[in-house]
Each structure stands twice: as structure tokens, then as C-alpha cells.
């Protein structure tokens, strides 16, 4: 078994999110490389962005799992050429625990093109939180 942890971010709160399917198969992927892995799931992390101690004591677990990750895949549909607002929240909890980790994007859109746009939105976001964003990225 490798000594790597590389959990995967669910980036969709909505209820019957194909998503969720995706995932489980990227985790099921990482785990038969003998990598250690969990789903983060953004449903587990909601942020009203008021001073409240649970939310406060959900992000600080949340910072730990990804300060303690060796990289990450973010599971992310696309809607309206954009990423949910729930995952933004999420990633914007954080910053330095992100610093020079890697990123792959898993996209899943019904349109034409296969998520490609929340891809370049996330690789942005992801330089902008000092991560290394990695080629390729599956659009599904």
C-alpha cells in the first residue's frame, strides 16, 4: 500500500447529483492503486458565513483532512459554465493547506463539451490557492 492520501472532493450539494456516482468510481480507482482516500463531501460542509461554533469546529476538520493530503481530485459538475457555490464556500475556507498540492478535476456536464468550462474555472482557482493543477482532466 502507498504511504499517499488523495481524497476526493464531492463539489455538489444538490439533491440526486450524478456526481456522486463519479465519484465513487474515482475513489474506488485510488483505492485499487493501494492509495489511501475518503470523500469530502460538500454536503457535510455547509457555510452559512455567520458566526457559528459547529461551522467553525466542520472547517477546522475540513482543513486538517486536506492539510494532511498528498494531492486531491475535486468531483465537480458544471452548471451554467460555472462550478457550485457551495464547493467556492468550501475552497475559499482554506488556503495554505492547499499550498504545492496537486489537483485533478473530474467534470460531469450533460452539454457538448464535457464540463470543460468549471475545468478552466478550477484550474484558476487552483493557481490562485498556490496547488498544481494536472493534465489530463476527465470530462464525463
Known amino acids: 500500500m502507498s ?11 444538490r439533491p440526486g447529483r450524478e456526481s456522486a ?4 468510481v474515482v475513489l474506488d480507482a485510488i483505492k485499487q492503486r ?7 463531501d460538500v454536503a457535510d460542509y455547509p457555510i452559512s458565513g455567520t458566526e457559528d461554533p459547529d461551522e467553525a469546529a466542520r472547517l477546522g476538520r475540513y482543513k486538517e483532512l486536506i ?14 459554465h460555472g462550478y457550485p457555490g457551495e464547493l467556492k464556500l468550501l475552497l ?9 498540492k496537486p489537483l485533478g478535476v473530474v467534470s ?12 478552466e ?9 498556490e496547488m498544481i493543477p494536472v493534465e489530463p482532466t476527465v470530462h464525463v
Open 92 to 100: 475559499d475556507s482554506a488556503y495554505e493547506e492547499y499550498n504545492h
Open 108 to 119: 460531469v456536464s450533460s452539454g457538448m463539451i464535457g464540463g470543460a468550462r468549471v475545468t
Open 34 to 40: 493501494g492509495t489511501a482516500t475518503e470523500l469530502i
Open 21 to 24: 456516482d463519479v465519484a465513487a
Open 67 to 80: 492539510d494532511s493530503a498528498d494531492g486531491l481530485v475535486i468531483v465537480v459538475p458544471e452548471y451554467n
Open 3 to 13: 504511504n499517499l492520501s488523495i481524497p476526493v472532493i464531492l463539489g455538489t450539494a
Open 121 to 129: 474555472q478550477l484550474q484558476l482557482v487552483s493557481l490562485a490557492l
